[in-house]
Antibody, heavy 119, light 111 residues
Framework: EVQLVESGGGLVQPGGSLTLSCAAS????????VHWVRQAPGKGLEWVSR???????YYQASVKGRFSLSRDEAKNSLHLHMSSLTPDDTAVYFC?????????????WGQGTLVTVAS | QSALTQPASVSGSPGQSITISCTGS?????????VSWYQHHPGKAPKLLIY???KRPSGVSTRFSGSKSGNTASLTISGLQSEDEGDYYC???????????FGGGTKVTVL
């Protein structure tokens, strides 16, 4: 079964750092684009970042320079390294596999991991 | 890149049809066929309903259909059922910023 499972969320102070992980099963993660999407409390979905099959990386403007992606092919997983966190980064973070051509659909999605930035 | 515009809520009775609009611009929906729709029940993983404007993944009910005209995409749910209650999001590629942009989400209520 194709599945994505996020982990690493938690409570972090403003200005702090946190690394989220997205573990894939049922497929080889590096053979697909993988995206991170977040949902702040009471808000809608917001695209955060994408890593392509060739390792090309893209970030939403509000996280550029603070968030970075890395892939661990041995563990078939993707990491989202987040730094200089602010309360506006509080959200459930989902990872999702990209389908079709680049920037096409997202399927499947993980169930998400909650990041809370607060003092 | 601004979020796509969706109505906050849409409701209908069982068996009726409803349509959710998603308005963007020439930078996203107006130029690309890379428009997708997702159903989300809080606490669960979002589910892909429609991709490339109007294509349905296998396993998705034929009651869901998508279309596009100009800068606006639409999702129609026909034969509304109680299980269709939830949040629905449109999404498009935004070429000028090399990113994806979502709509604000529409809460569907079955009366």
């Amino acid at each position: 079964e194709v599945q994505l499972v996020e982990s690493g969320g938690g409570l972090v102070q403003p200005g702090g750092s946190l690394t989220l992980s997205c573990a894939a099963s049922g497929f080889i993660l590096s053979n697909y684009d993988v995206h991170w999407v977040r949902q702040a409390p009471g808000k809608g979905l917001e695209w955060v970042s994408r890593i392509g099959t060739s390792g090309d990386k893209y970030y939403q403007a509000s996280v550029k320079g603070r968030f970075s992606l890395s892939r661990d092919e041995a563990k078939n997983s993707l990491h989202l390294h987040m730094s200089s966190l602010t309360p506006d980064d509080t959200a459930v973070y989902f990872c999702a596999r990209g389908g079709g051509s680049s920037w096409n659909w997202l399927d499947p999605w993980g169930q998400g991991t909650l990041v809370t930035v607060a003092s | 890149q601004s979020a796509l515009t969706q109505p906050a809520s849409v409701s209908g009775s069982p068996g009726q049809s409803i349509t959710i609009s998603c308005t963007g611009s020439r930078s996203d929906i107006g130029t690309y066929v890379l428009v997708s729709w997702y159903q989300h029940h809080p606490g669960k993983a979002p589910k892909l309903l429609i991709y490339e404007v109007s294509k349905r993944p296998s396993g998705v009910s034929t009651r869901f259909s998508g279309s596009k005209s100009g800068n606006t995409a639409s999702l129609t749910i026909s034969g509304l059922q109680s299980e269709d209650e939830g949040d629905y999001y449109c999404c498009s590629y935004a070429g000028s910023s090399n990113s994806m942009v979502f709509g604000g989400g529409t809460k569907v209520t079955v009366l």
